[in-house]
């Protein structure tokens, strides 16, 4: 058995990896980027690996490669706490990239008050500010897959999810319109109040901090870029670290 910790900006993750098996462990959040020391890794005697954004992407791409082979284009959407990962998947291979320099905590220090009881910068003022900074291409996607831990999320907070039409993965088991998607996250910025996500996951509450801005930010990508369904997922980097680990060792 691995261990295997994945450790953001903002967020760390450990998972057990064993037989070609990822398991979640603990997730936690931390401001880990705050207070990170360049030889803490070494004095610990752990090999500590810093990985760029084209390899995030990359690892990113083989989590999800496997889980869908439809010729029709699908965008992968990796949020983070200060960057942003897009992939556009045709037929299982990756042929599109893009990385934004744009995350969770760009949103939140541009809206220190979106995590009032109840948000005091409404959904449209911060998705209007997202939507002028992200850049113009094209994707030629109509649906993405959305991921980190946002099928989850999604269940929590009463998103209207319904069965995944698009391709058959026991890991990626609904999907919701984007018109569905928008109206939840209008109601969770307007309506529901901060403490009752929080409540809903009493083991680290703390992640729901970022909550309102990554809904803001997947929003802003999937209307500037006309994607019309999304597929929650919980997969990240570890999967496809793992991925790379048991082929490596079955190979």
Not at 117 to 123: A, F, G, Q, R
Not at 184 to 213: C, D, Q, T, Y
């Amino acid at each position: 058995m691995q261990i295997l910790v994945d450790i953001g900006s903002s967020t760390v993750k450990a998972c057990a990896l064993e037989a070609g098996k990822l398991q979640v462990l603990k997730t936690k959040s931390v401001p880990f980027k705050k207070s990170y020391r360049e030889d803490s890794g070494n004095e610990a005697g752990v090999a500590f690996e810093v990985i760029d954004q084209n390899a995030e992407s990359r690892y990113l791409e083989l989590a999800l490669a496997g889980r869908y082979n439809g010729k029709e284009p699908v965008l992968l959407i990796n949020i983070g706490g200060e960057s942003t990962e897009l992939v556009v998947l045709e037929e299982g291979k990756g042929t599109f990239r893009q990385n934004l320099d744009v995350g969770v905590g760009t949103i939140l220090a541009a809206f220190p008050t979106i995590n009032h009881e109840i948000s005091e910068v409404t959904l449209d003022e911060a998705v209007a500010y997202i939507s002028k900074i992200l850049p113009s291409i094209q994707i030629g996607a109509a649906f993405a897959i959305y991921s980190g831990g946002e099928l989850s999320y999604m269940r929590l907070t009463g998103y209207a999810l319904v069965p995944n039409t698009r391709f058959m993965d026991s890991d990626h088991p609904s999907i919701i319109s984007d018109t569905d998607f928008i109206a939840r996250n209008r109601e969770i910025f307007e309506k529901v109040r901060l403490s009752a996500p929080e409540a809903l996951m009493p083991e680290n509450p703390s992640w729901m901090h970022g909550a309102r801005a990554c809904s803001a930010l997947a929003q802003a990508i999937c209307t500037t870029y006309n994607i019309r369904e999304i597929v929650p997922s919980n997969s990240n980097l570890l999967d496809g670290v793992a991925r790379s680990l048991s082929e490596t060792i079955l190979t």
